[in-house]
């Protein structure tokens, strides 16, 4: 594979011991390789960041967000394990692969969700109502497109002939993924969902009691400095 020959070359220069004046490089996909591993973290978390803009304006909320977020490890340790079974290595095509599953993971919980947050805000229901009813209408549309998605991606992960060998690496991290996360999310995102938005109203209640406190506070405080104009008065009257 190129990563555990990209190993052995460096094993083997640092063997050599050449002097420091001689500089040794990757050139083509060896280069592409190392470049896209260094890079990678960088990408992933300016993924995540606008994800969790875009969703914070959507749902105007800076904790719900997170929830919808909460489904991409499982999506990123299914895609791992998916590479582990078929003896797939990491490469670059591998790792877009993982950067695509955090645009199509989080689907399940945005349409759990959003179903939960209007019939919250609408309706008035108690968020336990509102997620397990989320969960029972969502049901279906969420098994439609993971399956629509994950029969998509199988030719890619079984596919040969020519090429295939970059394709088969794409195809299993977002095989893996979907199907990790599948069976996943639809039991931890409600869980999620409920505890966030349990911290959502204790924040909320501190942050009213702290303002009670202030204006009680604002209402109650007396001028110190003494009122003499009406001494004054008195002792000019007699």
């Not at 950067?99 to 759990?112: P, S, W, Y």
Request: glycine fraction near 8%.
């Amino acid at each position: 594979s190129l990563g555990s020959a990209v190993d052995a070359i460096e094993a083997a220069v640092r063997e050599l011991g050449q002097p420091g004046s001689v500089q040794a490089s990757f050139q083509g996909t060896a280069q592409a390789f190392q470049a896209s591993l260094e890079n990678e973290p960088l990408l992933i978390a300016a993924a995540l960041v606008t994800v969790y803009i875009v969703l914070g304006v959507l749902y105007e909320s800076y904790i719900h967000p997170i929830t919808i977020l909460s489904t991409l490890p499982s999506a990123g340790v299914g895609a791992l394990l998916a590479l582990l079974l078929c003896r797939t290595e990491l490469g670059v095509i591998a790792l877009i692969g993982i950067i695509l599953l955090i645009g199509i993971v989080k689907k399940n919980a945005i349409m759990m969700i959003d179903f939960a947050l209007d019939a919250e805000r609408e309706e008035k229901k108690s968020p336990e109502d509102a997620i397990y009813e989320a969960c029972l209408l969502r049901f279906r549309p969420i098994m439609m497109t993971t399956m629509a998605a994950l029969l998509g991606g199988l030719p890619l992960a079984l596919g040969s002939g020519v090429g295939a060998e970059l394709r088969r690496p794409l195809g299993i991290t977002i095989v893996g993924g979907l199907l990790v996360s599948q069976l996943l999310t639809l039991y931890t995102t409600p869980v999620i969902y409920l505890a966030f938005d349990r911290l959502a109203a204790r924040l909320a209640h501190w942050r009213v009691g702290n303002a009670i406190d202030v204006h009680a506070e604002e209402e109650g405080v007396v001028d110190p400095t003494p009122d003499t104009t009406s001494g004054r008065r008195t002792a000019e009257a007699r």
